[in-house]
């Protein structure tokens, strides 16, 4: 009898495997960061709670919005305070 070797799926598309290894390196970057010092803005820079909220922002955009057309939380577009112009700024 042969044996075949067990399924395995391809690999992701490299893009994929890029937000993966972001995302890996993000979070291993954030370990041990207190809420008090994610918060805390050091100017002129955001602060990293906005940073994350940002790129949550940015991942359902292009991931979910205009890749598949999903719309999964269309109340997150509703508020508008920060632009692309001026980041972390309300208007």
Do not use: K
């Not at 937000?19 to 993000?26: D, M, Q, T, V, Y």
């Not at 010092?37 to 955009?61: C, G, K, Q, T, Y």
């Not at 919005?65 to 692309?84: H, I, M, N, W, Y």
Request: glycine residues 4%; hydrophobic residues 40%.
């Amino acid at each position: 009898m042969v044996r075949r070797p067990a399924y395995t799926a391809p690999m992701a598309h490299p893009r994929v495997e890029q937000l993966r290894f972001a995302r890996a390196e993000w979070q291993r970057g954030l370990t041990g960061l207190s809420e008090e010092d994610a918060v805390r803005r050091l100017l002129p820079m955001n602060s990293i709670s906005w940073m994350a909220a940002h790129m949550a922002w940015h991942e359902r955009l292009i991931w979910l919005q205009r890749a598949q057309g999903l719309s999964v939380e269309p109340t997150l577009d509703l508020d508008t305070r920060c632009t692309l112009e001026r980041p972390g700024q309300l208007r």
